[in-house]
Structure formats: C-alpha cells, structure tokens
C-alpha cells in the first residue's frame, strides 16, 4: 500500500515511471534486508519514503555527472537537500517525512492521473494505473478485466514504454486537460474498490486496505473537481458498499451474503455520507453509470431487513444501467434483480442467455447466479453441479469454500 505513493514522488521527481518503480523497489529491498535486524521503524512508510528519494538524488547526481546538466537539475536537488526528511535517519523521520496529503499535492492522485494519459488506450491507462497506484498483479488485473494473464502483463509493459517515449510530464493536469482522464481515473478507482471488496485471489475474502485508499482518492477526487456529478456518484458507491464491511465476513474471515448479513453491523455515518454524495451527484445533471449503482447500492442500506429491499426499483435501476452501460456483467447482475422483483425464472431465463458469452465463459459468478436461482426453482441436482463449477472458477480460497458448501447443501436437499 506504500508503494503507489512512493513510485509517485519518485516519478514526479525522476519524470520517469520505470526508474521510479525501481528505486521504490529497491528501497522495499532495503527494508527487506535491515528491518529483521534493527526493527520495524515507528512510521514504516516514512521510511520507505526517505530511502526512496534518497536513491532518486543519487540517481539524480549521477545523471548530471554523466550528462554534465547539473544546472538543469539542480533546483530538484535544492529542494531535496532542503527537505527536513532527508536530514534525518530512517528511524528518526519527522512528520514532514509522511507523504503530505492535500488535493492537489496528492503524489498518488498525480500518479493516476499520469497514467491515465490520454496518448494511452483507455484498457491500458486502466491496467497500468492498478499496477503502479493500485499494486494489483497483472493477474488480478487480467481477473479484473476478464483477459488472460499474459495479455495484461504485455499491456502494462507496452505502456510504460509508451509514457516513455512519450515524455508524458508528471503533474496533474489543470482545467479542461482533466476532462479527457477522468472517465480512466474513475474507472481505475472503481476496480481498485471492487479488488478490495471481493479479492479475486488468495486465502482472504476481502482487501480492506484497498477498499479505504480508493475511497481515500475518490474523496480527495471529488475535491478536487467537485462540479463532476460522477465522481460523487463514485464516491457516494463506495461510502455506501464500504459500510457493510463489519457484516461480510464471520468470526473465521468467511464471507457471509449480502441477505444474511447482520444489518446493525452496518456503519450508519458511512451510509449518511454515501446518501449525501449520491445527492450531490444528482444536483449535477442526470445519474452515470457510477451514481446508478449507488442508487442501487442505496436500495439495501436504506432497507431495515432483506425483505423490506425494493428490489423492483433495483430491477428498474439496473435496466437504466443497461442502457447506459451494456455489457455482460451488468446484465448477469441485472439477472439477479430480476430473479428477486419478479420471481427466479425470470432471472434464469436472462443468466440463460448470457452462457455464450465470451467474456463470461471463465466467469465464476455466472454459475454461481445460475446455481443460486435454479434452488429457489427446487432444481438442486443442476444447482449443485453450477456451484462446483463456479467453485472450480474462483481463485479465492474463501469464495471457493462457500460454494462447495452451497453444493453440498444441495446435495442434501
């Protein structure tokens, strides 16, 4: 979770992204190497932080002695020698030594924004922003994508190389040169959020780190450019999703469902804050894809139990969403709202339709609505056959024992 603000300083000094995630790199190595023996620091981050630009001004140095430009950069080695954190030992950093944390200032929201530069396609501004903001690997970025693994690690690389050549600057771009950024930087938040609320890999269900840093940068975002209805509507999704952290895992760290969730574990200031975010949003012009799902996310916090949820307004919602945003996933998770506003055949009928998809041919949840709705048909022996499929599709251990359990549920029925 440090790395993304690191490789952000260190880009916004060097003007360069490679070299920038190899002295961040480095630094970590650093850590690696002498933390087991003299101890964690009080303030790890800062640490990394001091090492890393520590190595970007050796680097700097070099550069000028090899290029003989030591006029050209020596403002950026004045103001380094004049950072009191350069002054002072790895385990003696000052405050001033954290990462500073406004808007506009933001290393990590300027990062983001490089990366989403437009002389990138938008999959690949998307791809390269989870791997340097978010620390995603390229397999969880292909997962979040729906691609294979090595198509997403040759995307990131053809990035770099391209922001490279490019002579992209690092800063955040003022005015109307946002514009064009910020559908990628909105949706690079988007699958941050959704890695850490569902982790697509590993032992754990959720990621919370990355949960709050999303919501971190989307309400720095939503400051920063707080005429964009948008990134409200974003951020207004995830205050809303993230209240019912506390109630999605059990005392073993398994997941527990959305319907079986004890609703008084909800966070209520989290709730009011996504209610407000999701207001403002809508006093700047018509609801976007972002602010639907938060009027759809809505529909559960402000229900009192499961089944009190409108679930037809959540039927008539995601129709709207179809429209503005057709694809495969939408329309699977417009299946299920349909399977609880209108019976489950109904939802059957359109998960149905959606088994030729490509996209959703190695999707573990397509199986997992089917096998969910075929029980509510009584249709338990297909209902148990979908879930060992979705089971065998997940990469997340947790997901995968949940499932198995749900077959072995039907097996008994």
């Given at each position: 979770m440090e790395s993304a603000r690191i490789v952000g300083a260190l880009a916004r000094m060097l003007r360069e992204l490679g070299q920038a995630e190899e002295l961040a790199q480095d630094a970590m190595l650093e850590a690696l190497e002498r933390w087991p023996r003299d101890g964690i620091p009080d303030r790890p981050g800062a640490w990394l932080m001091q090492v890393a630009k520590r190595r970007a001004l050796d680097q700097l140095r070099r550069l000028a002695l090899h290029a003989g430009k030591q006029d050209a950069?020596?403002?950026?080695?004045?103001?380094?020698?004049?950072?009191?954190?350069?002054?002072?030992?790895?385990?003696?950093?000052?405050?001033?030594?954290?990462?500073?944390?406004?808007?506009?200032?933001?290393?990590v929201l300027r990062l983001m924004f490089v990366a989403c530069h437009p002389v990138l396609s938008p999959e690949a501004r998307a791809a390269l922003t989870l791997k340097v903001v978010g620390g995603l690997s390229s397999a969880e970025i292909a997962h979040a994508f729906l691609v294979p693994e090595a198509t997403m690690a040759q995307r990131i690389v053809r990035a770099k190389r391209t922001l490279s050549e490019a002579r992209v600057p690092f800063a955040v771009?003022?005015?109307?040169?946002?514009?064009?950024?910020?559908?990628?930087?909105?949706?690079?938040?988007?699958?941050i959020y959704n890695e850490g609320y569902t982790a697509s890999a590993g032992a754990d269900w959720l990621r919370p780190a990355l949960c709050r840093e999303a919501l971190r940068l989307?309400?720095?975002?939503?400051?920063?450019?707080?005429?964009?209805?948008?990134?409200?509507?974003?951020?207004?999704?995830?205050?809303?999703?993230?209240?019912?952290e506390r109630a999605r895992s059990g005392p073993g760290g398994e997941p527990v469902l959305l319907l079986e969730q004890d609703r008084a574990r909800w966070d209520r200031l989290l709730i009011r804050r996504g209610l407000a975010a999701?207001?403002?949003?809508?006093?700047?012009?018509?609801?976007?894809?972002?602010?639907?799902?938060?009027a759809i996310a809505a529909c559960h916090a402000v229900a009192p139990a499961p089944d009190a949820t409108d679930w037809v307004r959540i039927a008539a919602l995601y129709d709207a969403l179809a429209q503005l945003l057709p694809s495969p996933v939408v329309e699977l998770n417009r299946a299920v709202a349909l399977g609880m506003a209108y019976g489950p055949a109904?939802?059957?009928?359109?998960?149905?339709?959606?088994?030729?998809?490509?996209?959703?041919?190695?999707?573990?949840?397509?199986?997992?609505?089917?096998?969910?709705?075929?029980?509510?048909?009584?249709?338990?022996?297909?209902?148990?056959?979908?879930?060992?499929?979705?089971?065998?599709?997940?990469?997340n251990r947790r997901?995968?024992?949940?499932?198995?359990?749900?077959?072995?549920?039907?097996?008994?029925?």
């Open positions: 950069i020596a403002w950026e080695a004045d103001a380094l020698l004049h950072d009191r954190s350069l002054q002072r030992r790895p385990d003696e950093l000052a405050e001033l030594a954290q990462e500073r944390a406004s808007a506009i200032d933001d290393d771009p003022q005015g109307e040169e946002r514009r064009p950024r910020l559908a990628s930087v909105l949706q690079v938040l988007y699958l989307g309400r720095v975002l939503a400051e920063l450019m707080p005429q964009e209805g948008e990134v409200h509507g974003l951020v207004a999704l995830m205050e809303i999703q993230s209240s019912r999701l207001a403002r949003a809508g006093r700047h012009g018509s609801l976007g894809p972002y602010a639907l799902q938060a109904e939802g059957l009928a359109l998960a149905d339709r959606l088994l030729d998809e490509p996209a959703l041919r190695n999707y573990h949840l397509l199986p997992s609505v089917r096998g969910d709705l075929l029980v509510k048909l009584g249709r338990h022996g297909e209902a148990r056959a979908e879930f060992e499929r979705a089971a065998a599709l997940t990469r997901e995968a024992t949940l499932l198995l359990a749900r077959a072995a549920a039907c097996a008994g029925a």
